[in-house]
C-alpha cells in the first residue's frame, strides 16, 4: 500500500499519523533526528495506532515528505495522515512515553543482522564481540520473541534480562542506534549460549549433527558435502529424500554451489533472508537434494550463524574473510520429525535421538517460525513457503472488508486475520496431521488475534468437512463460511493484485473438495468476486486406491493405461508392483473414484517415463520431472478441448511408449502442457471477454510450466497473474478464504 501524504498549506503546526510497521524500527529516532535537522518542535510517540507526532516550525512540508523518503530499513509505512494545529510555540523536539488504546499497529518481522551490528561483531574493542546476540533496531528478532503489542520490552521474552548500565544508556539514547531496541543486550546483561563456537564446529567438521537453536525455532546441522554425515541425518530425521537447504557462510561462498542469477542474489541477500531455489553445480553431497535440479540456499541471518563459520575459517581478525569462500557448507534443517512443527523447547528431550549436540541458549522463542522458502519465477519471487521474515506483514487487499478469521486447509495450512483493508497471513503452520501441529495451529490463531487485535465476525474454512482446521472453525461458535477450495486459490492471487473485478482463473493442484462432491485439481474458473463459475476442468482419471495413488505414481500412470485402453499392459508394466494386477482388475471394473487433479496428471507422467513410482514426500515426482527439463517442446496434437474440458490423452499415450527417453518426454510433458493451458484460457477468454487470468496452485512452484504458461498468454494478449505475496500453493489459500468470507459478510451488512 503506498503511503498517502497530505500536507497541511501554510501551517506552522501539525498532527501527523504514521500508520503501518514503524514500531520497534528505530522510526522516533528517526523522527527526532529530522526534527533536529530541520530545527522543528513538539513531540514522537508509540501508540496504539503506529506513530503519533506533534510538530511546529517553518519547514513542515519538508520533515513530512522525509518521513517518506528516509524512512528507516525496516519500516513498512502504510499511510502518513496530517492534520493542522494551532501553533504552541515549541522549539524543543521530545520522545514521549508510549500511549495506551486500542492496538491497531503491527510488529515487524524478524531481520537479519545488518552490516553495523557485524561490524561490532568482529570489532575486538566493540562490547559486543564475538556476542552471538548482537542487534539494534535494524536488525534483529521481532515477531518471534513478542508476545503482545505494543513491541516494548516488557511484552517480550527478552523481559527477564535486565539492562546493564552500558546497554541502559544505549537504550536511552536517541542517538543510539539502538534506542529502544527491545531485545537489546550484550555479553554482561543478556542471553548466553550453552556451548562453545569452537565446539560446535568441531562437531561439525567431525562428520557430527548439531541442534542449533535459532531465531523460529532449532535446526539440525551438519557438514553438506559430508555424505556420511547428511545419510545420517536423513535416517535420524527419517526424512528418505525430501530436499534439504544449506546455508553459505555469504555471497562468496555461492558460485561453487549454484548458478545465481542478479535477481537470486537480490533475493537471497535481502534483510528477510529466505531460502532461495537455484539451479545447482551438483558438488555437494549427493543426499543433499536426490533427483532435482535446484538446491535451496540461505545466508546466515543471526550473529550466532555468523561466528560458526568465522570459526570454520580460523576466526581471522575483522570482516575480509566474508569475502572470500569458506569451505564449509551446512545442511540447515527444520528441528522436526515425523510431520510435527520446529523444535522452540525442550530439546534435550525432543532431539535426543537426532542430534549428538544440541546447542542452546536463555532467550525463549515466543513464536515458531521455519525458514521462508522462494524462488524467482517468471522474473520476480514467489513463495514455497512463507514463514520467518515475513510473517505477519499483512496483505493488502483491494478494500476494506469486516475482520473473518480463515484458517485454511491441511496441507500447507496458514491462517489469515482481516483488519480494514489488512490481511495478516500467519506463518506457514504445516500439516495439520499430528497433535502437535494442530496445537501449534491453535496458537497461531490465538496469538495472531491478540496482536492483530480484532474480533472475527465469521470464520471461512474449506468444504472439506474432515479437515482439522473445518472441525476447529466449527467449534469456535463463530459464524461459518465454508470456501471452495480452488475459487480460495484463485481469490488469494486477486487480492494480492488488488483485484476486485472480475477474472479467470487456472488452478492446478493435488486436490481440493469441488462444490458437486468430486475430487477437483485442474480447474479453469470464472471469479467474480465472492463467487465463481467452473468453466472447465482437465479429463478426470480414475484414482486407483484413492489417497494411495497421491503416494504412489506407477498407479497414476495405471489409471492413464487403462484411459487409453491399455489396461491389458498393466500388470507386465509394472511387474516390480505387487498390487499391479489387482489395481488392473480394478480399474477394469471401474471400482474407485476419478479426479482431474493436475498433480495426478503430473504423477501419471513420471510413473509412464519410470521417473518416480513411489514418493516420500508430496511433489516429488513432479518435481522430479521437472529437474529433466532443459527446453520444453510441444507435441503436436497432444490435446483436445471440448465442452470446456482440457484432454491430454494424446499427451499420455505417446508417453505410454516404451521408446520415450524420460528427458525427451519430461520436456514434451512441460511444454504440451503450457500450450494447451494456453489454449485453454484464451477460448475462456473469448467466451467471457476476460483477459486477466490468475495462475493458482501448487503446480504453478513448477518453474519450467509457469515461465513457458506465462510467456504463451502474454504472447496472446492476456494478463497472467502469479502468486507473489504468498505462495500460490495451499499456504496462500487462507489469504483467498479471508478475501471471499468478507466480501459476503459485506454484501450482507
Not at 171 to 189: I, L, M, Q, S
Amino acid at each position: 500500500m503506498q503511503p498517502a501524504v497530505a500536507l497541511v498549506p501554510d501551517a506552522t503546526r501539525a498532527r501527523v499519523r504514521v500508520r503501518g510497521a514503524v514500531q520497534g524500527v528505530g522510526f522516533r529516532p528517526f523522527v527526532y533526528h529530522l526534527a533536529q535537522r530541520y530545527r522543528l518542535g513538539g513531540f514522537v510517540a508509540n501508540d496504539a495506532e503506529g506513530v503519533l507526532i506533534e510538530v511546529e516550525g517553518v519547514a513542515l512540508p519538508e520533515f513530512i515528505a522525509a518521513l517518506r523518503s528516509e524512512a528507516p530499513p525496516l519500516a513498512r509505512v502504510d499511510a502518513i495522515e496530517t492534520e493542522a494545529l494551532h501553533a504552541r510555540g515549541d522549539r524543543d523536539f521530545d520522545i514521549a512515553e508510549t500511549r495506551g488504546g486500542a492496538v491497531t499497529t503491527r510488529i515487524g518481522a524478524d531481520a537479519a543482522t545488518c552490516e553495523a551490528c557485524l561490524d561490532d561483531l568482529f570489532d575486538p574493542a566493540s562490547r559486543f564481540h564475538l556476542y552471538p546476540f548482537v542487534n539494534c533496531t535494524h536488525c534483529g528478532p521481532r515477531y518471534t520473541l513478542t508476545q503482545r503489542l505494543p513491541y516494548d520490552r516488557a511484552n517480550t521474552s527478552m523481559a527477564k534480562f535486565a539492562l546493564c548500565a552500558d546497554c541502559a544508556r544505549d537504550y536511552g539514547d536517541p542517538g543510539n542506534r539502538r534506542f529502544h531496541a527491545e531485545p537489546v543486550a550484550c555479553p554482561a546483561c543478556g542471553p548466553r549460549l550453552d556451548h562453545s563456537i569452537a565446539g560446535i564446529v568441531a562437531r561439525l567438521r567431525a562428520g557430527g549433527i548439531v541442534a542449533l537453536k535459532s531465531l523460529g525455532g532449532y535446526h539440525l546441522l551438519c557438514d553438506a558435502a559430508n555424505e556420511m554425515a547428511v545419510a545420517e541425518l536423513r535416517r535420524r530425521k527419517g526424512r528418505d529424500a525430501k530436499p534439504f537447504a544449506v546455508m553459505v557462510a555469504s555471497e562468496a561462498s555461492l558460485d561453487r554451489l549454484v548458478e545465481a542469477s542478479a535477481a537470486e542474489r537480490a533475493l537471497l541477500s535481502s534483510v528477510e533472508r529466505s531460502v532461495v531455489l537455484m539451479k545447482s553445480r551438483g558438488v555437494l553431497a549427493p543426499s543433499v537434494a536426490p533427483g532435482l535440479g535446484a538446491l535451496g540456499v540461505m545466508l546466515p541471518y543471526t550473529p550466532l550463524h555468523h561466528l560458526i563459520f568465522h570459526a570454520a575459517a580460523g576466526s581471522p581478525a575483522g570482516r575480509d574473510w566474508q569475502r572470500a569462500p569458506v569451505d564449509l557448507v551446512l545442511v540447515a534443517t527444520s528441528a522436526n520429525g515425523g510431520g510435527d512443527p520446529i523444535v522452540i523447547d525442550d530439546a534435550e528431550r525432543k532431539l535426543a535421538g537426532v542430534a549428538d549436540l544440541i546447542v542452546g541458549h536463555d532467550r525463549a522463542i515466543v513464536v515458531r517460525a521455519d525458514d521462508s522458502v522462494a524462488a524467482i519465477i517468471d522474473g520476480a519471487p514467489s513463495f514455497v513457503r512463507r514463514a520467518r521474515g515475513f510473517a505477519p506483514q499483512p496483505v493488502a487487499l483491494p478494500h476494506a472488508v469486516p475482520p473473518v478469521l480463515a484458517v485454511g486447509a491441511y496441507l500447507k495450512n496458514t491462517v489469515s486475520l482481516t483488519r480494514g483493508r489488512e490481511a495478516f497471513v500467519s506463518q506457514h503452520i504445516g500439516d495439520l496431521a499430528t497433535a502437535d501441529t494442530v496445537r501449534f495451529f491453535e496458537h497461531t490463531v490465538e496469538h495472531l488475534t491478540d496482536l492483530v487485535g480484532v474480533t472475527p465476525a465469521a470464520i471461512a474454512h474449506d468444504l472439506h468437512a474432515d479437515f482439522a482446521s473445518t472441525r476447529f472453525a466449527e467449534s469456535l461458535g463463530l459464524p461459518l463460511i465454508a470456501v471452495q477450495h480452488h475459487h480460495a486459490h484463485v481469490a488469494s492471487i486477486a487480492a494480492e493484485h488488488g483485484v476486485a473485478a472480475p477474472l479467470l482463473g487456472i488452478v492446478l493442484d493435488g486436490h481440493g473438495a469441488g462444490s458437486d462432491g468430486g475430487n477437483w485439481g485442474g480447474e479453469l474458473l470464472r471469479v467474480d468476486g465472492a463467487r465463481f463459475a467452473r468453466l472447465g476442468h482437465l479429463r478426470p482419471l480414475a484414482l486407483p486406491g484413492g489417497d494411495a495413488a497421491a503416494r504412489e505414481p506407477w498407479r497414476m500412470a495405471a489409471a492413464a493405461l487403462h484411459a487409453l485402453g491399455q489396461g491389458r499392459a498393466i500388470a507386465a508394466r509394472f511387474a516390480d508392483q505387487p498390487r499391479a494386477a489387482a489395481l488392473a482388475a480394478m480399474l477394469a471394473n471401474h471400482g474407485c473414484a476419478t479426479t482431474t487433479s493436475a498433480g495426478r496428471l503430473f504423477d501419471a507422467a513420471a510413473g509412464l517415463l519410470g521417473v518416480c513410482a513411489t514418493q516420500s514426500y508430496e511433489g516429488q515426482a513432479a518435481m522430479q520431472l521437472e529437474a529433466l527439463v532443459k527446453c520444453p517442446r510441444v507435441l503436436g496434437g497432444g490435446w483436445e478441448i471440448g465442452a470446456g474440458t482440457l484432454d491430454l490423452s494424446p499427451l499420455l499415450a505417446h508417453l505410454a511408449t516404451s521408446r520415450n527417453d524420460p528427458r525427451d518426454g519430461a520436456e514434451l510433458f512441460h511444454g504440451t502442457l503450457a500450450a494447451a493451458l494456453a489454449d485453454w484460457a484464451v477460448q475462456a477468454a473469448e467466451q467471457t471477454g476476460l483477459t486477466t487470468i490468475a495462475l493458482g496452485g501448487g503446480c504453478f512452484l513448477n518453474r519450467v510450466l509457469s515461465e513457458d504458461l506465462a510467456a504463451r498468454l502474454r504472447a496472446r494478449g492476456l494478463t497472467p497473474l502469479l502468486a507473489r505475496q504468498v505462495p500460490p500453493n495451499d499456504g496462500g489459500l487462507s489469504l483467498g478464504q479471508a478475501w471471499i468470507a468478507g466480501q459476503l459478510i459485506a454484501e450482507t451488512e
